[in-house]
Every structure is written in structure tokens, then in C-alpha cells.
């Protein structure tokens, strides 16, 4: 393979984020409704692991919609897949034989709350973030931090493709890209292998 095959494509943006969760998308949409505000042009990018937004995202959840009041006040207009309000809480005390049903922590009542798949939403959210010039990659793993001189991080790189069981690059060799931003946002959730070899 010649040394031009082997060169990772290099893209440059704003900002890059890692993850297309909730937290990784709602800022991606939060950034460009501050820059449209400030009228001025701002590249996001954001790159999912998975196949697909949401792939990798738990089921279920009981969700609150305050934030997501704050950040898109007609949400309820725009088709989110929030459909089933959480009706009723019972808190039980389980014993061998039988439950107690005890008072329901003020803290812990979900009036007002929806029962919802985590899944659903995000690709909800990405039809948003999209619709405002946000650029989202699925099935893009981002392998590595890039860091400048000093020792600051200057983006991420996604992991190289075609490579065979022994570790050789194959026919279908694909080097990584590496995604450069002036900001880098890990949102890759609490088993985030990049967020880990930030932290050490």
C-alpha cells in the first residue's frame, strides 16, 4: 500500500462530540441555537459508535421533561416520542410472603413525567440537531484523542477499517478520519473508553 493510501483524511470543525446519546445531542442542538442567536456559523459534529442513533442507548426510561422544555419549548408540536404519561407510582415493601404498599416520596412521585424508549428519543433528537446543520455520524467509533504540542486535545480520530484477523490491513483498507475541533466534547456515557484514558 503507498504512503498516500495510508493517510487519514482530516476534517475540521467547531466543535466535535463523541456520543449521540441525550447529553452528547442536546448540547450539539444547545451550541447551534447559541450561535444562530449570536448570527454567527458554528461546525458541529457529532459521532456515534453504533450503527444507528440510539443503538447503544438503555430501552427505557421514566423521563422529565423540564429540560427538554428549556431546550425546544415546542417539542410537543415536533412529533416527540413522548406518548405515555406515567400514571400511577407504587412503592412496595417486599416481604417473603406478601407487599406493603408505602407513601411514595415526594422526590420520587413521576406526575407529569413520561414513560419512554431512550432509543425513540435520540433519534428524535437527531432529526433536530440535523435540521440545524448539526453533521452526525453513525457507525463511526471514535478510537483515539488527538492531542496538539502542549498537550491539549485537539480532536479525535475514528478507528482504521478493513483490517484483517492478523491485524494486516485487507484489500478494504480504510484509514481512520481524524475529526479536529477548536472544543472536543466527551459524551460517550460512564464506560466511555476515551473518557477513561482522559481521566488517568
Not at 456515557?189 to 481521566?199: A, H
Amino acid at each position: 500500500m503507498g504512503e498516500e493510501q495510508l493517510q487519514r483524511e482530516r476534517m475540521e470543525y467547531d466543535v466535535v462530540i463523541v456520543g449521540a446519546g441525550p447529553s452528547g445531542l442536546a448540547a450539539a442542538i444547545r451550541l447551534k441555537q447559541l450561535a444562530a442567536a449570536a448570527d454567527r456559523e458554528l461546525g458541529v459534529c457529532v459521532v456515534e459508535k453504533g450503527s444507528e442513533v440510539g443503538a447503544h442507548i438503555l430501552s427505557g426510561a421514566v423521563f422529565e421533561p423540564r429540560a427538554l422544555q428549556e431546550l425546544i419549548p415546542d417539542w410537543r408540536k415536533k412529533g416527540t416520542p413522548l406518548a405515555t404519561p406515567a400514571a400511577e407510582d407504587r412503592f412496595l415493601l417486599l416481604t417473603a410472603t406478601r407487599a406493603l404498599r408505602l407513601p411514595t416520596p415526594p422526590q420520587m412521585a413521576n406526575h407529569g413525567n413520561y414513560i419512554i424508549s431512550l432509543g425513540n428519543l435520540c433519534r428524535w433528537f437527531a432529526q433536530q440537531a440535523e435540521e440545524l446543520g448539526v453533521e452526525i455520524y453513525p457507525g463511526f467509533a471514535a478510537a483515539e484523542v488527538l492531542y496538539d504540542a502542549s498537550g491539549r486535545v485537539q480532536g479525535v480520530a475514528t478507528g482504521d477499517m478493513g483490517i484483517g484477523r492478523d491485524g494486516q490491513p485487507t484489500d478494504r483498507y480504510q484509514p481512520g478520519v481524524e475529526l479536529l475541533a477548536k472544543e472536543t466534547l466527551f459524551a460517550e456515557g460512564c464506560r466511555g473508553s476515551l473518557t477513561k484514558t482522559l481521566v488517568e
